[in-house]
């Protein structure tokens, strides 16, 4: 299908070379002289991207940009402006304009802004289609992803959710481990039985046992009265053991015990009980190591891990993040909010050590503070911006740059700051100049300087 573009301005000129140089590109392109024209044309043609000159007769860039934008939220505008008025278009972004190009620009520049605007566009149109989809794949509720690291997880759970098996999860803090835990639960046989969680690492060692196992009355001082455990509880249903890595090594038997042979026994008591429990363990843990270390033992660990399931950082999926956001903006009451390029690049550049939970807590932050209803680059924080390097950190020695003994081109030094400012910004270049602590027209000077086109 080709893809339709909208271009405003009053310059017949320009407006000749801008049709010529896009329609050669392969793009389906509109034309108007007016803002008005411009309005009345785009009513009837729905453009996916509108490119408008800022300074027009009558109806100016920025009425054109809210106009269309009231409208149509989902419709890229990529402003026109003239060299030295850069405060003007930073004012439009901050309206919802996608990008801005500054006169006079070459064809390269031109083709790049729009090819990257119909990606971003793309995108968007795409996370929302696997949104749909996920609904009918997984609990929406629980797990949001569409990547190919994530779809693997799907897969697995769909297959082994109706299953008896046990299941170990891995992956770092913040990845979502007890999400899909009760998503197996969700899709399994047990889902009207009780789902039951214990963070292993959470309670104090002398009260775990009783905690998983129950005790009777009189088994320590301050048992009053008989207990159930978090086993009994879950009968019928599932257990969740969050961080089962942490298990003291005197309980691992007893829970070994309990899965081999679906019996527990209370602490203090002198008889034992049989239950129907499926267990769905947890850790962030590298169980390698700790099995090396004889600090987990091997027999525990293979009857937990049946069924492994490792869920990958945020880092290792960026491309859920904007299906993430679109998520989580909804999940507090605030879909119509959308992120601006810049902010949506920034994001996909910061390390996210916190994985989704750090991303989560981030926008929840981002909408009860925000202005509007899009979020820009100047709502975010340093940290964010500066990829996870707060002002004044460094890679190697306290140094951003550790040069070889035998010196190094300065050129290439620049060459390689701008391509990874760049990559760090999802190639957009306001957000990368931004960065830089440039001009957005330096940045493009130096890009055309060293040759350098895109990603």
């Not at 009355?217 to 978090?230: E, L, M, S, W």
């Not at 979020?375 to 306290?398: A, H």
Request: proline share 3%; with cysteine.
């Amino acid at each position: 299908m080709t893809q339709k573009i909208l271009v405003i301005d009053d310059d017949v000129s320009l407006r000749r070379v801008v049709e010529y140089n896009l329609q050669d590109a392969g793009y389906q392109v509109l034309s108007a002289a007016s803002g008005e024209e411009g309005l009345a044309l785009f009513a009837e043609e729905a453009p996916a991207v509108v490119i408008s000159d800022m300074k027009m007769p009558g109806m100016d860039g920025m009425q054109v940009l809210k106009a269309i934008k009231e409208r149509s939220p989902e419709t890229l505008v990529i402003m026109v402006t003239a060299f030295g008025t850069v405060d003007v278009a930073v004012d439009a972004m901050k309206a919802g304009a996608y990008d801005y190009i500054t006169k006079p620009f070459n064809r390269d520049e031109l083709r790049l802004t729009v090819a990257k605007a119909f990606q971003f566009r793309g995108l968007t149109v795409e996370n929302r289609r696997l949104k749909d989809e996920l609904a009918d794949k997984t609990d929406y509720r629980t797990i949001v992803g569409s990547s190919k690291g994530m779809e693997r997880v799907f897969e697995i759970v769909r297959k082994v959710a109706d299953s008896e098996a046990s299941v170990l999860i891995t992956g770092e803090s913040g990845t979502g481990k007890e999400l899909v835990a009760r998503s197996i639960h969700h899709h399994s046989g047990r889902s009207k039985a009780p789902f039951v969680a214990i963070n292993c690492a959470a309670i104090p060692r002398d009260l775990l046992e009783s905690e998983l196992f129950g005790h009777v009355k009189g088994a320590f001082t301050g048992a009053i009265k008989d207990k159930a455990g978090k086993f009994l509880l879950a009968d019928g249903g599932t257990l969740f053991l969050d961080e089962v890595g942490e298990l003291p090594i005197e309980l691992q038997p007893k829970l070994l015990r309990a899965l081999q042979e679906k019996l527990i026994e209370p602490v203090g008591g002198t008889k034992e009980q049989r239950l129907d429990v499926r267990i769905v363990a947890a850790t962030n843990l590298d169980m390698d190591k700790a099995l090396a270390e004889a600090t987990f033992r091997e027999d525990l660990y293979y009857r937990l891990a049946v069924i492994p399931i490792h869920l990958p950082s945020l880092r290792e999926r960026r491309e859920d993040i904007p299906l993430l956001l679109r998520y989580f903006c909804g999940k507090h009451g605030a879909g119509s909010v959308t992120f601006s390029a810049g902010a949506a690049a920034a994001l996909n550049s910061y390390r996210w050590p916190g994985n989704v939970r750090e991303l989560e807590n981030l926008v929840e932050r981002l909408l009860i503070m925000r202005s509007g209803d899009t979020i820009t680059i100047d709502d975010l924080s340093e940290k964010i911006l500066n990829g996870g390097m707060t002002s004044g950190s460094s890679k190697i020695s306290g140094k951003v740059v550790n040069l070889p003994e035998g010196g190094y081109s300065l050129e290439q030094l620049e060459r390689e700051v701008v391509v990874e400012a760049l990559e760090r910004s999802g190639w957009n270049q306001t957000a990368a100049a931004k960065f830089l602590f440039i001009p957005r027209h330096t940045l493009i000077y130096r890009m055309e300087k060293y040759g350098i086109i895109g990603s």
